[in-house]
């Protein structure tokens, strides 16, 4: 993925993010921490998650379906998978 090489950076910062979440909800678990405060971190989680989600595939769509020089069969090749992703995304 050539186009996120631009952001690497800025991807592998969120993705630490999600990860020190990720961390702080099991030493919650493991600390017998109130229900409410998980609950709290599992959302706040899954925000970071659609966030980092929406900017890969935002930066993916523009590079591979938002150029006019794509052949229309790599367009629909590209797309498909596009579909592909959001449907497994979204279940």
Request: glycine share 4%; hydrophobic share 45%; charged share 30%.
């Amino acid at each position: 993925m050539v186009h996120l090489v631009h952001d690497k950076k800025q991807i592998l910062t969120r993705i630490r993010r999600i990860k020190g979440q990720a961390e702080a909800m099991e030493k919650a678990l493991n600390d017998d921490i109130d229900c409410a405060a998980i609950l709290q971190q599992i959302a706040s989680i899954r925000g970071a998650v659609n966030g980092l989600m929406a900017e890969v595939l935002e930066k993916h769509i523009r590079e591979h379906l938002g150029t006019e020089v794509v052949i229309p069969e790599q367009r629909q090749q590209d797309l498909e998978q596009v579909v592909s992703v959001l449907r497994s995304y979204l279940k």
